[in-house]
C-alpha cells in the first residue's frame, strides 16, 4: 500500500465514472448525456475576449451566475449555492450536513455510498419496493438526514411534490436532500419548497438537460442558513470553484431557456418511442421520467448485451450490483442513436438464436 497516503483516506471505496472512451467513435449512450450541443448563445459567448480575461481570476462569488438563476427560478440569490458539477455540492453537504447520519435507497446514484464512506457519515440504506419504487413512507419521520434522487438513477423513476412534501415536512430536524440532476424530462421539482422549508436542499445540474456535462457545472437551492454552510466548506476548499469561462457558458444558457425546454421535448419524444421499440423485442422497460430507459431482457444477460452492444460500437452502462445485473441503463440519443441501438439489438438477438 501507498506508504505516503494518510490512513484516514487510504481504504476510501471510489466512485468509478461510466466510461469515457478516447479511442473508438462509439454511439455513446452510457452517461446521460445530451445528444445535441448547447445553445448557440454558449458557444458565442466563449469567445476571444472571454479567452483573453483568463489571466484574471475568475469570481468567487459567481455573482452573475447566481443573479440569472434567480431571474430564471424564482428565488432570491442568498438562497443559491454554485458548484463545480454537481457532484461537487454533494460532496459538501455530506461533508457539512449529515453529522446526524443520513438515509438512502439501495440503488441509487453511486457517489452517495462513496461521500458517506469519505465523510465517515453513518449511513441507513433503504431498499426499494421489489418494482423499484421509492417508497415515500419509508422516509418519514425518520430523524436524520435524507437523500433522494428524483427522477432516482438508474431506475428513471421518481415520486410525486406532495411525497417529497410529507418527507421534508415530518424531517423538520435535518436536512432533505432532492437531487434533480433529471427533472427537466419530466420529473416535479421541489423548488417551489425552498422557500417554505429551511431543512431543504434542491441540488441541479447543467451536465444533462442544459448539454454542458463537460463544463463542470452545478447549483442547488436552499435556506440561507444551509447556502451559508456549504459556502463555508467551499470558500475553505476552492474559493474560485468555478471558472470564468464556464461563468460566462452558464450564464448564456439561461438566456436561453427556450433552447433548452425545446431539447427536453425532443428527448422526451425519443424516449417514448425508444421504449416501445425496446418493448417490442421483448424488453420489459421501467417507467421513464429521465433521459434514459433502465430496461431487461428475459433471453439475454444484461452484461452480454452490453458487451455485444460495445462490441458494435455501441455503449450503454450496465451494473454489476446483483439486483440490477440482468438490467442495463440506455441514454436516450438522438433519433438516429437510437436506431442504431435497435439496428444493433435486433442484430445480437438473431446471431443468439
Ligand atoms: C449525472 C448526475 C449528477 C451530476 O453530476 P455532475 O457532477 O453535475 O455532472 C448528479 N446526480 C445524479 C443522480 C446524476 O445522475
Given at each position: 500500500m501507498n506508504k505516503f497516503m494518510s490512513s484516514l483516506y487510504k481504504d476510501i471505496k471510489e466512485y468509478i465514472p461510466g466510461e469515457q472512451p478516447r479511442d473508438t467513435q462509439y454511439v455513446k449512450?452510457?452517461?446521460?448525456?445530451?445528444?445535441y450541443s448547447p445553445s448557440p448563445l454558449v458557444i458565442k459567448a466563449l469567445n476571444e475576449s472571454a479567452v483573453s480575461r483568463l489571466n484574471l481570476y475568475s469570481d468567487p462569488t459567481n455573482t452573475g451566475l447566481k443573479a440569472k438563476l434567480s431571474q430564471v427560478?424564482?428565488?432570491?440569490?442568498?438562497n443559491i449555492f454554485i458548484s463545480n458539477g454537481s457532484d461537487e455540492v454533494l460532496a459538501f453537504a455530506f461533508m457539512a450536513l449529515y453529522e446526524r447520519g443520513v438515509a438512502y435507497a439501495?440503488?441509487?446514484?453511486?457517489l452517495y455510498k462513496v461521500l458517506s464512506g469519505l465523510y465517515h457519515v453513518d449511513t441507513k440504506v433503504i431498499p426499494l419496493a421489489e418494482d423499484f419504487s421509492l417508497v415515500p413512507e419509508d422516509y418519514i419521520g425518520i430523524d436524520r438526514g435524507v437523500v433522494i434522487a428524483n427522477p432516482n438513477a438508474p431506475t428513471g423513476m421518481c415520486i410525486s411534490l406532495s411525497d417529497i412534501k410529507r418527507i421534508v415536512e415530518s424531517n423538520r430536524g435535518h436536512v432533505v436532500l432532492i437531487?434533480?440532476?433529471?427533472?427537466?424530462?419530466?420529473g416535479e421539482s421541489a423548488i417551489s419548497l425552498v422557500k417554505d422549508y429551511d431543512n431543504l436542499l434542491v441540488v441541479r445540474t447543467y451536465s444533462k438537460s442544459f448539454g454542458?456535462?463537460?463544463?463542470?457545472l452545478g447549483y442547488a437551492f436552499a435556506s440561507e442558513e444551509i447556502i451559508q454552510s456549504l459556502e463555508k466548506i467551499k470558500n475553505s476548499i476552492n474559493?474560485?470553484?468555478?471558472n470564468s469561462l464556464t461563468q460566462k457558458a452558464g450564464e448564456a444558457a439561461l438566456c436561453d431557456m427556450e433552447y433548452h425546454d425545446d431539447c427536453c421535448k425532443k428527448i422526451i419524444a425519443s424516449r417514448e418511442i425508444l421504449k416501445k421499440e425496446l418493448e417490442k423485442l421483448g424488453f420489459e422497460v421501467k417507467p421513464s421520467c429521465s433521459n434514459f430507459l433502465f430496461a431487461r431482457h428475459n433471453g439475454i444477460p444484461g452484461k452480454e448485451l452490453y458487451l455485444s452492444l460495445k462490441a458494435k460500437g455501441v455503449l450503454i452502462r450496465h451494473f454489476d450490483a446483483p439486483e440490477i445485473c440482468q438490467y442495463n441503463r440506455i441514454s436516450v440519443g438522438t433519433p438516429e442513436q437510437n436506431g442504431i441501438l435497435v439496428n444493433k439489438i435486433k442484430e445480437i438477438l438473431s446471431e443468439r438464436k
Open positions: 449512450l452510457n452517461t446521460n448525456e445530451l445528444p427560478y424564482g428565488l432570491d440569490t442568498k439501495d440503488i441509487t446514484y453511486g437531487d434533480e440532476a433529471y427533472v427537466d424530462f419530466g454542458m456535462a463537460g463544463a463542470r474559493p474560485y470553484n468555478i
